[in-house]
């Protein structure tokens, strides 16, 4: 295991952060606007969601990179300034997180699917490799790989990332099959851990979903394979739309009282995905200092 | 003679050359085309939905297999349109105003079309305008809709309100689905009819037509 995960596990649960989107939107992100490029647009509103999660108790911290990879960037015509993108990203977060906090570049799904063709693997690849070696540029930490659904495309990846060295986290979304333990694509917790671990990740796990309760089960599995602590990241359950906006009834409490369930099950992180906000954090924070876990 | 029930079993397991190739001897030795697809393909298509809702499918299966229906389809589409016959439906599809995701959008697309309509697919960014004058200038009896952001969802209300504007409500029905969507949803926004998956969507798109 990398040694910089190795550290922080000292104390696990280590706690990560929340949603980023909805926070930017609060702060003027137009809807259906892509985030990415607020890092060059509009770097203090980012550094501001940043901090609200340096504030709130976060360890590791993440960067408004979601969709910051070239293939995903082009449906915006913005695919020629992804390594600024990504670049400035990581560096807004790190001016956040000073030495109070880890940094970890996320990098999220391209919207297609290498598994079935969608994508040329040599490109994928490509896009993965600027992607992460503009986050590096930038001060990253580590890596989050987060909210894959095809197992191919986490693979390529985490394959790009781990040339250059800092540690990796490798995670899918779980909540199709029986008892939503498969990602659409019908990987298992064991494929992934399997998988990604052969790739080169150093921690795997599972974020966004239908809530903590529900991705018990995966956390579960994703340890018993994985032999190491397993990041875990869920949404604030499934969204109702009240008047066009979406509203979550998972309130920080109740969030983060189930959150504290699963270092029980193999959860070694902790942290929010859809419909969370530093409030939440803030909440899994009090509870861990107390030690209920 | 074109083995038949090896094209329902190259649909169902996704082999395309093998249900292009059977389509293309069976259309050569003269098989009427019509029930080369009601016979066969959709069936293999409805069994892919079963075996998709019974966890035993995946995405990827999914694809294949609407991957081998459309290789067949394009032996059958030209034959049909001689013959006359029709499609059981006319479905204009896309994702919704604001939202650039599409991975959704067209698995619906692919098991609509496996399911015997014609799809019509605006693509992604679709306004409520788009949609309207689509079905209008098509003849579509289905507009379908897919959203995968919470933000983007209410372009979906736009479009069954302009829908209702137009004066085609009723005579145009609408269907939605991704991944934040729900039932409670459509009856909030006045929606025809939802689905939580690509497999259910065929069937109450069949529903919304009366097929």
Redesign the interface.
């Known amino acids: 295991m990398h040694p910089v995960i190795e550290a922080l596990l000292h104390t696990a649960p280590v706690l990560t952060d929340g949603a980023w989107g909805t926070q930017m939107q609060q702060r003027g992100l137009p809807i259906g606007a892509p985030p990415d490029p607020w890092n060059l647009d509009w770097p203090d509103r980012v550094q501001e969601v940043a901090a609200a999660y340096v504030a709130a108790g976060a360890q590791i911290i993440l960067t408004n990179t979601f969709g910051a990879s070239s293939v995903l960037l082009d449906r915006h015509a913005l695919a020629d300034r992804a390594v600024e993108i990504n670049r400035a990203g990581a560096a807004i977060s790190r001016a956040a997180a000073g030495n109070r906090a880890k940094v970890f570049g996320s990098i999220g799904p391209t919207g297609k699917l290498p598994s079935v063709g969608d994508i040329d693997a040599d490109l994928l690849y490509a896009a993965f490799s600027q992607q992460a070696a503009a986050l590096a540029e930038g001060g990253v930490d580590g890596f989050v790989i987060e909210t894959m659904c095809d197992l191919a495309e986490a693979v390529a990846a985490v394959r790009a990332a781990h040339r250059i060295g800092l540690p990796i986290v490798a995670c899918l979304t779980y909540g199709a099959g029986q008892a939503g333990a498969r990602t659409v694509m019908g990987t298992t917790p064991e494929q992934a851990a399997t998988a990604l671990h052969e790739a080169g990740a150093d921690i795997v796990g599972a974020n966004c979903g239908q809530g903590p309760a529900d991705m018990a089960m995966v956390i579960e599995r994703l340890h018993a394979a994985s032999g190491r602590p397993v990041w875990a990241k869920a949404n604030a359950g499934l969204p109702r739309i009240v008047d066009g906006v979406a509203v979550y009834d998972v309130t920080p409490e109740t969030f983060a009282a189930a959150m504290a369930q699963l270092p029980a099950v193999g959860a070694g992180f902790l942290g929010g995905c859809c419909g969370t906000a530093p409030e939440f954090i803030q909440r899994l924070a009090e509870r861990i200092v107390k030690g209920e876990h | 003679m074109a083995d038949l029930q090896a094209l329902y079993t190259a649909v169902l397991e996704g082999n395309k050359n093998l249900a292009a190739e059977t389509t293309r001897e069976a259309l050569d030795e003269g098989a009427n085309p019509e029930e080369l697809l009601q016979k066969y393909m959709i069936p293999a298509m409805d069994e892919v939905g079963r075996l998709f809702e019974e966890?035993e499918?995946?995405?990827?299966?999914l694809?294949?297999s609407a991957r081998a229906m459309k290789a067949a389809l394009e032996y059958i589409r030209p034959k049909l349109a001689e013959t006359g016959a029709k499609p059981i439906g006319k479905v204009v599809i896309g994702t919704v105003?604001?939202?650039?995701?599409?991975?959704g959008k067209n698995l619906v697309a692919a098991m609509l079309e496996g399911g015997g309509f014609e799809v019509i697919d605006l693509g992604v960014?679709v306004s409520p305008e788009k949609f309207i004058d689509a079905a209008r200038e098509q003849g579509a009896q289905v507009i379908a809709m897919s959203a995968l952001?919470?933000?983007?969802?209410?372009g979906m209300?736009s479009t069954v309100e302009a829908l209702t504007n137009a004066g085609l409500k009723g005579s145009v029905r609408t269907m939605i689905g991704g991944a934040?969507v729900?039932q409670?949803?459509a009856d909030?926004i006045g929606a025809d009819a939802f689905s939580d998956n690509a497999s259910g969507a065929v069937r109450i798109a069949r529903q919304l037509v009366g097929a």
Do not use: A, C, S, W
């Open positions: 966890n499918y995946f995405v990827p299966e694809l294949i105003r604001g939202d650039l995701h599409d991975i960014d952001l919470t933000t983007t969802m209410p209300k934040p729900t409670r949803y909030d």
